[in-house]
């Protein structure tokens, strides 16, 4: 968890990653162990060369190659396979989101947030589409929407300490304390009751008088 909350003086970007945080931790596994021809099969970029170059109309393979790529930070690699992927599978709300997220992280706001809308039209009950597309617009100064999208993800997964705090982050740079108070208090009663206190751990220095 550490690697994505390096900098909170770049808070929101690395705070996007989460969403996926599911697909990407697993890169650490012996590839030999793998079948590369899975979705989410976590091998190298390399790997899934090889199967498009045999199949060009795999979209499992270009999904796990941008995964790859957007890994090892080449974003426009990433963004250009989640993007064939698209054209093979228009209808999978997933891939729009994954794209969106590389958006965010070259800080093409407006795209990311297009391709949110596109992963919440097809499915509307994600919530880390919400958590993302909020990000952004924070990204963009706009906090009034980014709070609308923070609300919604809470309303679909109230249970997620994460959620909690980056609402609450949110209203401390509004500097509606009580409110972030509340929040940031929510999130460690979660997180704790969840076993892991490691992002607490990096939470607590800066906020300390919330925790």
């Given at each position: 968890?550490?690697?994505?909350?390096?900098?909170?003086?770049?808070?929101?970007?690395?705070?996007?990653?989460?969403?996926?945080?599911?697909?990407?931790?697993?890169?650490?596994?012996?590839?030999?162990?793998?079948?590369?021809?899975?979705?989410?099969?976590?091998?190298?970029?390399?790997?899934?060369?090889?199967?498009?170059?045999?199949?060009?109309?795999?979209?499992?393979?270009?999904?796990?190659r941008g995964l790859a790529y957007q890994k090892e930070k080449k974003y426009d690699e990433a963004i250009s396979d989640f993007s064939r992927v698209i054209e093979l599978n228009p209808k999978f709300d997933r891939i729009y989101g994954y794209r969106g997220v590389v958006y965010h992280l070259k800080k093409e706001y407006d795209?990311?947030?297009?391709?949110?809308?596109?992963?919440?039209?097809?499915?509307?009950?994600?919530?880390?589409?919400?958590?993302?597309?909020?990000?952004?617009?924070?990204?963009?100064?706009?906090?009034?929407?980014?709070?609308?999208?923070?609300?919604?993800?809470?309303?679909?997964?109230?249970?997620?300490?994460?959620?909690?705090?980056?609402?609450?982050?949110?209203?401390?740079?509004?500097?509606?304390?009580?409110?972030?108070?509340?929040?940031?208090?929510?999130?460690?009663?979660?997180?704790?009751?969840?076993?892991?206190?490691?992002?607490?751990?990096?939470?607590?220095?800066?906020?300390?008088?919330?925790?």
């Amino acid at each position: 968890m550490r690697e994505f909350c390096i900098q909170f003086s770049a808070r929101v970007g690395f705070l996007i990653f989460l969403s996926s945080l599911f697909i990407i931790s697993s890169f650490g596994q012996n590839t030999q162990t793998i079948d590369c021809k899975k979705k989410f099969s976590f091998c190298k970029a390399s790997e899934y060369t090889k199967i498009i170059e045999s199949n060009p109309s795999d979209a499992i393979a270009y999904l796990n190659r941008g995964l790859a790529y957007q890994k090892e930070k080449k974003y426009d690699e990433a963004i250009s396979d989640f993007s064939r992927v698209i054209e093979l599978n228009p209808k999978f709300d997933r891939i729009y989101g994954y794209r969106g997220v590389v958006y965010h992280l070259k800080k093409e706001y407006d795209l990311a947030i297009a391709d949110f809308d596109k992963a919440i039209e097809l499915q509307p009950k994600k919530p880390e589409n919400y958590h993302n597309r909020g990000s952004t617009y924070q990204s963009k100064n706009d906090y009034d929407k980014a709070l609308a999208n923070y609300n919604k993800a809470i309303e679909l997964a109230p249970d997620k300490w994460f959620y909690y705090y980056v609402r609450g982050y949110l209203h401390y740079l509004n500097g509606k304390t009580s409110l972030a108070e509340a929040d940031f208090k929510k999130a460690k009663e979660l997180e704790n009751l969840e076993g892991n206190k490691d992002t607490i751990k990096i939470i607590q220095p800066i906020y300390p008088k919330f925790f």
